[in-house]
C-alpha cells in the first residue's frame, strides 16, 4: 500500500491556506476562530470525498468516521495564536491521506480525527480532554480565554452541525504524527522518531524570604539576600541531577521575580519557577526530594525563609508496545539507521486518548527545533518518509490482525 | 565645652513633628514639600536664636553663618518619602547644638547647613552637588521628579526668599554626623564610627542573549539558557571576588529580568544589574575586570551572546586626615573601646562637599541596620555619645589651631 505523496502534500499546502499568516509558510488560526472554522469545514469535505462518515461532536472535534472498528489516525489542525503551518496540521493531513489510500486498497479501515483546541485557547489539549473524560464539558464551558470568551461561547455557534460525541469503543488505536518541535533529530540528521512516552511535567513554584536590606550599608557577611539564594539553589540541584537523571530529563528555572528588583538594595525576596519533565514518574519524585531538600538547606544555610507553591503535575505516558513496535519496523525499513526512539517533551492530544485506547507517535524533524513560529518547517522528504512510516505500520498492524 | 543634651534630643524630636508620619517616629518630610518648607522656617528661627546669620541659597540650601571663618557642621533635613526621624535630621540638629554652645563659650566658631533634597527627589544629593559644583544649575533645574515636577518649578516658590550662593571660602572644612544606616556598629554593640572613606560605587547592566526554547522538547545539552548564565556568572565572581576583597567590599545583584519569563520556555534573555563598591578605586578597577573576563567566559563556554551597558560609577572619597584623627581621638575619649574606624557604604552630602572642603564623617548606631523606613531608630544614650564626640573634636580642633 503506498500513499500518494503529491496529494498528501498539496492538501498539506492547502490547509496552510487557512489563516496563512503572509509571513513564510505561518498560520493564524486559533480554536474556534474563523480561519479554524473554515479550514475544518474544508477538512470535512476532504474526509467525505475520501468516503469517511463525517461526524462533529459538541465541542468541535472532527471525526472522518470508517466503517465498523478502525485505526484512528490524527491530530489537531487549530494553530498557536502566531503558529506554524505543520504543528498539528500534519498529523491530521497524513491520516486522511493514509485512510483514503486504504480505502482505494479496500483496507484496513483507517478513521481519521482533527481534535479541537489543542493549543488551549482555553484549557490545555482541550477538544481530546472533554472527549477523553480528562476534563467534565461542564467544567471546560467555564474556561475563558485572554479576551475572557468563554469554551461555552466560543463552541455554541457549533452546536447546529453538531452531532454527539464519538463512541471510542469504534477503534482499536491512535497514532498521532507530530514534528518533534525539538532539535533532537535535525541535529542527528535523522528522520523519524518513534515516541516511547510522554513525559510527565512537575511544575512549582518556589519563595525564598530573605531581608531587604540597603546595598551599599549591608556587610556581605550579614545579608539574607534572596538572588543568591536561587543561584545556590540553581547550582546546587544541577550537581545533584547529576545521580538521578537520563541524558532525556529535562528542568527549568524559566521564572523569577526579584523584590523589590532595584540595583541598589540587596533583594529581600525572590519567586521563582521550578519545572521538570520526565517519562519516570519515579525519577520526577527524586527530582522532588531533590528540590525540596535542596531549597530548605539553602534557605537554613542562609537564614531565609522557604514556601513552596503547589505542585502541578501530569504523569508520564508510556506509548502501547505493540503499535510502538510497528512503527519501529516501519521506522527501521523507510529510513534505516536514521531514526530513533524517543520521549516526547512536549504534550500532545495523545496524552487524554491514552485514557481510552492503545496509543503511540511518530516524529519528524523540526528544522532548528523551532515550532509556535511562523517560521517552523521540515523538508518535504522528510514529511514524505514520515507518512510512509505510518503506511507501513497501519498495514504491518492489519497483516498481523488478519 | 559641654553641649545641652537635653535640648539637643528636645530640637530633635520637636523637628521630627514637622511631617509626622503617624507611624511611630517615622516622619514623611520630602525636598521641598510643605513639611519640609516649614521645617526649615523653624530651623531658620533657631539658627537666629543661636547668633547666627541665615542665608538660604537658590536651591534652598539654608546656612546658619557664624562670623569670619568658621568650621561648617551640618547634614540635610529633608526625608524620603517614608523616612526616619533621624536621617539627615541629626547631623543637623547636633550642627545647631555645637554651634549655639560655641556661641555660649564665645569660640570656636561654627556655622550649620542643612542641605535641600540630599535624598534625590530629583536628583542624587542634589542641593549639596549644585553647591559644591558636581553639577550645574542649569542641568540640575531640568531634573524631574516621579510626577514630571522639574528641579526649577519645585525651587522657584523659594526665590523670594533666596540669597547668593554662600562662598566655600570662608569655611576650614565640614564635619557631617549621621545614623550609620547599616548594621555593623549595632551588631558589635559600639557607639561611634568614625568614617574613613566614602566609598566608590560601580553599577553596570549586563545582558546574556541564549535562546529561547520550549521547556519540554529542548534537550539540556542543547540549551543556551540566559538564566543559567546569570547563576553561572554569580557563582563565579562570588569565588573570584575572595582573592581581591576586603571584609568591607559589597557588591550586589539586585535586578534580574528573565525574557520571557514563562515557567515552560527557557530563557532566552536575561538583563541584570551588578554593583560593586568599596573605598579603594584600585579594587574597584580590579573587581570590574573581573566580572568582564567572567561575563565573557561564561557567555563564550554557553554559546551566548554578551553586551555591557554603560559603567556608571562614583569615585571613593578619603576623609580630611587632620579631622579623622580628632573625631578619633575624641571617640575614644567619649566611647573607649566601643568605636571604630569605617568606610561609609552610603552617599552622602560629604561626597560632594569633598570637592570644595575637607571633609570628615561620624557615625552613630542604627537599631538593626534599618533606616529609610518610619522603624529607624538609635537610642538616645548613643545620638549623645555622638553630639560628645563632635563637641570633643570641634574643641580640639580649635585648640591646634590657636
Given at each position: 500500500m503506498t500513499p500518494n505523496s503529491e496529494r498528501f502534500l498539496s492538501d498539506l499546502h492547502q490547509l496552510r491556506?487557512?489563516?496563512?499568516?503572509?509571513?513564510?509558510?505561518g498560520v493564524i488560526r486559533p480554536a474556534y476562530s474563523d480561519a479554524d472554522i473554515a479550514a475544518r469545514a474544508w477538512l470535512a469535505d476532504r474526509m467525505r470525498a475520501a468516503g469517511l462518515t463525517v461526524q462533529q461532536d459538541p465541542v468541535g472535534n472532527l471525526f472522518g468516521l470508517a466503517e465498523g472498528r478502525s485505526l484512528l489516525l490524527g491530530s489537531h489542525s487549530d494553530s498557536q495564536p502566531?503558529?506554524?503551518?505543520?504543528?498539528g496540521a500534519l498529523g491530521v493531513i497524513a491520516a486522511l491521506e493514509i485512510a483514503r489510500t486504504c480505502r482505494e486498497n479496500g483496507r484496513p479501515a483507517v478513521s481519521v480525527v482533527s481534535f479541537q483546541d489543542e493549543e488551549g485557547r482555553?484549557?490545555?489539549?482541550?477538544g481530546s480532554a472533554v472527549w477523553s473524560g480528562q476534563i467534565d464539558l461542564s467544567l471546560a464551558d467555564t474556561l475563558t480565554d485572554h479576551d475572557g470568551v468563554t469554551f461555552a461561547e466560543a463552541r455554541a455557534p457549533l452546536a447546529a452541525g453538531a452531532g454527539d460525541f464519538v463512541d471510542?469503543?469504534?477503534?482499536t488505536g491512535f497514532v498521532e504524527m507530530h514534528i518533534?518541535?525539538?532539535?533532537a533529530l535535525d541535529v542527528a540528521d535523522e528522520q523519524i522518531g518513534v515516541v516511547t512516552d510522554i513525559v510527565g511535567i512537575r511544575d512549582m513554584r518556589l519563595t525564598f524570604d530573605g531581608r531587604q536590606n540597603h546595598a551599599g550599608t549591608t556587610p556581605m557577611q550579614l545579608r539574607r539576600d534572596a538572588f543568591q539564594a536561587v543561584s545556590a539553589f540553581n547550582t546546587a540541584i544541577n550537581g545533584r541531577f547529576q545521580h538521578v537523571v537520563s541524558p532525556r530529563t529535562v528542568w527549568t528555572i524559566g521564572h523569577v521575580a526579584l523584590?523589590?528588583?532595584?540595583?541598589s538594595i540587596v533583594p529581600g525576596r525572590a519567586t521563582f519557577s521550578m519545572q521538570w519533565r520526565d517519562g519516570d514518574a519515579d525519577r520526577l519524585a527524586r527530582m522532588e526530594a531533590i528540590i525540596r531538600t535542596t531549597a530548605q538547606e539553602v534557605a537554613d544555610t542562609g537564614g531565609l525563609g522557604l514556601s513552596f507553591g503547589p505542585l502541578l503535575g501530569l504523569e508520564p505516558v508510556a506509548m502501547d508496545a505493540a503499535l510502538r513496535t510497528a512503527l519501529e519496523a516501519a521506522a527501521e525499513r523507510v529510513a534505516p539507521g536514521r531514526w530513533r526512539a524517543m520521549p516526547s517533551g512536549a504534550l500532545h492530544d495523545a496524552t487524554n486518548v491514552a485514557r481510552l485506547l492503545p496509543v503511540a507517535m511518530l516524529f519528524v524533524p523540526s528544522i532548528k527545533g523551532?515550532?509556535?513560529?511562523?517560521d517552523e518547517d521540515t523538508d518535504e522528504d522528510d514529511l514524505v518518509a514520515g507518512l510512509s512510516v505510518l503506511a507501513r505500520a497501519v498495514t504491518d498492524l492489519d497483516q498481523d490482525r488478519a
Open positions: 491556506t487557512f489563516g496563512a499568516a503572509g509571513v513564510g509558510k502566531e503558529g506554524g503551518w505543520l504543528d482555553f484549557g490545555v489539549t482541550t471510542p469503543a469504534q477503534f518533534e518541535q525539538g532539535p523584590h523589590p528588583n532595584a540595583s523551532i515550532s509556535h513560529a511562523f
